[in-house]
C-alpha cells in the first residue's frame, strides 16, 4: 500500500497538501492525515474523492498520542512515498511577554513532534522514491526579537532537513525544507494573540495553495529548500551577505 502521511492536516497549508496531493500523485492508496480536530479531518476526507483519506485525532505535543499512528504503520506496513510536516505554530511577543506553556509549546509542536514523525516514519518510506515536506518558514534565515522561539524553532527544521536530506540520499530520500513568509492561513488567528504582526509583513503574505504548488514540485525536483517568492528569496539573499547582528536591529 502506497501512502501519503501529512501532519497539521486539518487546516491551511496541511490541508492545502493533502488537496494537492490527492490530485497529483494518482498512484497513492490512501492519503493519512493527522490533527486535533477530529471534526475538520472528517470534513476533508469527505471532501477528497480521489484516493481514502485516514485519519488520526491526536495533540502531536502528546508522546502518547503516537500509539495509534505506530499500530497502523505495524499492521499495513505501508511504503510511504511523502511525509508532510505541516503542524505547526507560532505566536507574535518577546519572550518575557509569552507564557511558559506558549514558549514551550511552539518547540514541542514545531521540533520534538516534526523529530518524532520523521523517526517513526522513516522505516517505512519508500525504497524506490520518496520526499519528506517540512514547513520551516523564512524566519528561520534570521533571529527574529518578538518571535524569537517561533524563528529558532524554524531555524531548526531548515538545519536538520538539510542535514537529512544529505544523510538520506543513499535511501532516494529528499528531505525538503519549505520557507515560505506570511501565507494567507489561520496561522495569525494564533500567532495575533498578545501582538499584531508588523504591517510591512502583512504587505507580502502569499496564498497557501501557490506556496503548496511549488514546494511539492521542488520536492519532485530533489531540491533541498523551497522558497516561495521573489521578496522571500531576496530576503534570504540578505541574510547569507549581511551580517545577523546588524540585520536583528530592524526586526523589531
Not at 520551516?136 to 529558532?152: D, G, I, K, N, R
Not at 538520506?168 to 492561513?185: E, F, Q
Not at 499584531?196 to 529548500?225: E, M, T
Request: charge should be positive.
Amino acid at each position: 500500500m502506497r501512502i501519503a502521511v501529512v501532519t497539521g492536516a486539518s487546516s491551511g497549508i496541511g490541508k492545502e497538501f493533502v488537496k494537492q496531493i490527492a490530485n497529483r500523485y494518482r498512484t497513492l492508496d490512501e492519503i493519512w492525515v493527522l490533527a486535533r480536530r477530529t471534526e475538520r479531518l472528517l470534513e476533508l476526507a469527505e471532501e477528497i474523492k480521489s484516493v481514502k483519506i485516514r485519519c488520526f485525532s491526536c495533540d502531536l505535543t502528546d508522546k502518547r498520542r503516537f500509539v495509534k499512528y505506530k499500530n497502523a504503520l505495524k499492521k499495513y506496513n505501508p511504503s510511504i512515498r511523502i511525509l508532510v510536516n505541516a503542524a505547526g505554530y507560532g505566536i507574535i511577543g518577546t519572550f518575557r511577554e509569552l507564557k511558559e506553556e506558549d514558549n514551550v509549546g511552539m518547540v514541542e509542536l514545531n521540533c520534538t513532534a516534526l523529530t518524532r514523525m520523521i523517526d517513526i516514519s522513516l522505516p517505512y518510506m519508500s525504497k524506490k522514491q520518496a520526499n519528506i515536506i517540512n514547513m520551516a518558514s523564512s524566519a528561520a534565515f534570521l533571529p527574529q526579537p518578538s518571535f524569537a522561539v517561533y524563528a529558532a524553532s524554524k531555524s531548526y527544521v531548515l538545519s536538520l532537513s538539510q542535514a537529512l536530506n544529505q544523510e538520506l540520499k543513499k535511501r532516494r530520500i529528499t528531505v525538503t525544507a519549505v520557507c515560505p513568509g506570511p501565507v494567507d492561513t489561520e496561522f495569525f488567528d494564533i500567532a495575533e494573540v498578545y501582538n499584531s504582526v508588523k504591517v510591512y509583513k502583512k504587505l507580502f503574505r502569499a496564498n497557501a495553495c501557490d506556496v503548496v504548488s511549488l514546494a511539492l514540485k521542488d520536492a519532485y525536483h530533489k531540491k533541498a529548500v523551497s522558497v516561495y517568492g521573489f521578496s522571500m528569496k531576496g530576503f534570504r539573499l540578505l541574510t547569507k551577505l549581511l551580517p545577523h547582528g546588524f540585520m536583528v536591529k530592524f526586526i523589531k
